[in-house]
């Protein structure tokens, strides 16, 4: 093949790797000479160059529409980088300006990085938006952080009411229930978490916490047998419970075991009024039905009362 054919041929390369166009033009100005050679010896070096790109890529030039950057937000948030979605939020708005769906992004950021009262702030410019739940469900989150469990069951309920399908906000509400000293409140919110969503850990793990505060223990051993529940899971579920009916527990921070992804290191943190990562759940799904107990009786069990869902 001639020298001039072999130019030719580079042309859609340097169309596919932007990146490269350096060196591609110095190739040209050669004339192409010793081309096999100079593209063997750059072709790693620019394939790492086109991974370490990737990111920059698809933040970068790629993304030309508001929409395509808030995914780009929320995957990056998926992932727990709350510190560098920050900085995209930064960028996308300076491109295109302030959304409520921007707003919303920015203030669970802020919530995940330890930054309470500018996250309160940006929680309540949701307010009178389409994603207002989302800001009474971001304003009760940080209420649970602080303890004050009586003002997060009222703004997490103001969350549910506009938006009632929704599992994890359930699960939280139920949660924050408990911990207010509504016992009995926290049933329903509860059940319909795990029915809404039978797959989700934390709608398990709350349940569960139910189960054992109001002595149901055959079924919460029976829940978290069916789900697969680690044995760090149920120490910790038993232990949240046991603080919950010692004098003083509704008060008091409940101290659960940390997940293998943050080193085994306890944390002091509510079940659920905080992301959950518990391990060890299987894919089998369940959804238990309960009564409340008579007078603080464990109630009887049977295995039919676990019916199980499809996988």
Known sequence: MKPSALCMGLQPARRVLAFATAAAVSLSAAGCAGLKDQYA????????????????????????TQATYLRLVEQMQKEDLWFASLAHIDALEQRWSVSPESSRARAEALRQTGQAAAAETAYKRLMGTPLESAGYRGLGLLAGARGNYAEAVQLLSQAQRRTPTD??????????????????????????????????TQAQANLALYLEVTNQRDQATALMDANRMSETTRMAVREAAQQLRAPGGLAAPIVAAAPASTRGEPIVAPL????????????????????PPASNAEAPFSPNSIPRGTP
Do not use: F, H
């Open 167 to 200: 599992a994890l906000l359930l699960s939280d509400l139920g949660y924050a229930q408990l911990r207010a000293g509504q016992i009995d409140q926290a049933r329903l919110p509860l059940m319909q978490a795990l029915q809404l969503r039978p797959d989700s």
């Open 272 to 291: 659920a009024l905080k992301p959950s990562r518990w391990t060890g759940a299987g894919s089998t799904r369940t959804a238990i039905q309960t009564n």
């Open 41 to 64: 010896a750059s072709a790693d070096a620019q394939q790492r160059k086109a991974a370490e790109a990737a990111a920059d890529t698809k933040a970068g030039a790629s993304v030309d």
